[in-house]
């Protein structure tokens, strides 16, 4: 009877014992979201998923992989980040701060370096022309 009673006890105790690792994970992560949601409030840049997206691409074509670039600013993104950071000798922070964008070659209003700052497709644009008004004509 007393074997048959720690038998039930532990077909009953099995379920949670195996539980609470996937448990102890998905808190882990909570708080590993949580913590990146701070640290994005404290410090980082507030992007839209298109420019993480052109993060993360820019960060994959320099050699530093993000996993997917789907414009989530995910674990994977945020390692890829630091390392690019630690390897620029920039501060080691993981967020996309204005010095680490710039280092991307993206400027932290959002456009690249180089890209045309009138909105317009560097096609439209005069080839040669510092002045923008002579590109309105051409609309």
Known sequence: MRKAALVAAGALALPLVCSLPAAAQHLMEQAQDEGLRQAQAAGQKQLSPDQIKQVQQTLDEKGFPVGRTD????????????EFQRQRNLAQTGQLDDQTLRALGIEPNGSTNGAATTGAAPSDQPFGSANSDNAKGAN
Do not use: L, N
Request: net charge positive; no cysteine; glycine share 8%.
């Open 71 to 82: 414009g989530v600013f995910s674990r994977d993104t945020r390692q890829a980040v630091s």
